[in-house]
């Protein structure tokens, strides 16, 4: 499988070559530093071919490390804690899986890293994790 690599149309290409520099120049972004290399960064929703998505950046010590993805639908899956629902946030990872597979990716691992998609019941969430390089 290619490594994962997707254009989102703002001039910025997420992928293992992404710098932290050009993600901490953007507008609307969430930057989460904690203080021991790594630094998360959380982007506005994006829409990608019909769905809006969210995307979490790890870097360490600048270099990309994970992305978190979901799809983003407030009336699907709620929007606030007031609105959890397991059931809800796992349709959201399935739901999301569906989306990594239409621009052409599968879950699995690969030479370059891996691809995951579940409901992760520590953050009480359902979301897709691209992680670059397995350690």
């Known amino acids: 499988m290619q490594e994962f690599k997707l254009d989102l149309q703002n001039g910025i290409t ?11 120049k953007m507008a609307d972004i969430n930057e989460r530093n904690l203080g021991n290399g790594y630094v998360w960064y959380a982007l506005s929703p ?6 809006a998505i969210i995307f979490s950046l790890c870097f360490f010590q600048s270099k990309i ?5 979901s799809v983003a639908n ?9 609105d959890f629902n397991e059931a809800k946030e796992k349709l959201r990872a399935k739901d999301t899986e569906k989306w990594l597979f ?10 370059w890293g891996e691809i995951w998609a579940g409901y992760d ?3 009480g969430s359902g979301h897709a994790v691209i992680r670059y390089g397995l350690l």
């Open 14 to 24: 997420l992928s293992s070559n992404l710098s932290e520099s050009e993600i901490s």
């Open 46 to 51: 994006i829409e990608i071919c019909g769905e």
């Open 65 to 69: 490390q994970v992305l978190n993805i």
């Open 74 to 82: 407030p009336d699907k899956y709620g929007s606030s804690w007031n």
């Open 102 to 111: 239409n621009i052409g990716y599968k879950v699995g691992k690969f030479s």
């Open 121 to 123: 019941p520590k953050a």
